[in-house]
């Protein structure tokens, strides 16, 4: 749309060589991440991940309904963990859950802050896509401001 405005100036432009002087490369927050993480933040992830997949539940699952079944079903004198007290089994399970209780949550720091890292990286995209989105604005309004002055030339010729 062209439209006329009050001042005929010619709004002053960036040029895009000092916007490209300005600007940071793009940084890929994914791989920043990786590059910074201990062994030990690797295995921390790693058991984050997996004990948090259907494939545990299942292996969990089985596990409890195998130990479970051979300890009531199974004859009594090749049972290692009788009906109702399944001593073992209840010390072998808290122990699971006690030794990946903080595991799972040093993983989820660990997500927490890769999380914080992309999010710094896509603000700082935003930001860049922002500045350069003004230029083009700046440089229409040139444009607008050009042929407004064509325009005007011309009717008076």
Do not use: C
């Not at 920043?32 to 690797?42: A, N, T, V």
């Not at 009788?82 to 699971?96: E, G, K």
């Amino acid at each position: 749309m062209i439209y006329k405005s009050k001042k005929m100036e010619t709004p002053k432009i960036t040029p895009l060589a000092e916007l490209r002087k300005s600007r940071k490369p793009i940084r890929n927050a994914n791989i920043e991440f990786k590059e910074h993480l201990s062994q030990m933040d690797r295995l921390a992830l790693w058991i984050t991940d997996h004990v948090g997949s259907m494939g545990f539940f299942i292996i969990i699952f089985i596990w409890t309904a195998v130990w479970l079944g051979w300890n009531t079903l199974a004859p009594k004198e090749m049972r290692f963990d009788p009906f109702p007290a399944f001593v073992l089994w209840l010390f072998l399970s808290n122990m699971i859950q006690i030794f990946l209780m903080p595991l799972i949550m040093i993983g989820q720091n660990l997500q927490s802050r890769h999380s914080e890292a992309r999010a710094e990286a896509d603000f700082e995209v935003n930001t860049k896509a922002e500045q350069e989105i003004e230029i083009i604005l700046q440089h229409l309004e040139n444009q607008n401001a050009l042929i407004l002055k064509l325009v005007e030339q011309q009717k008076n010729q």
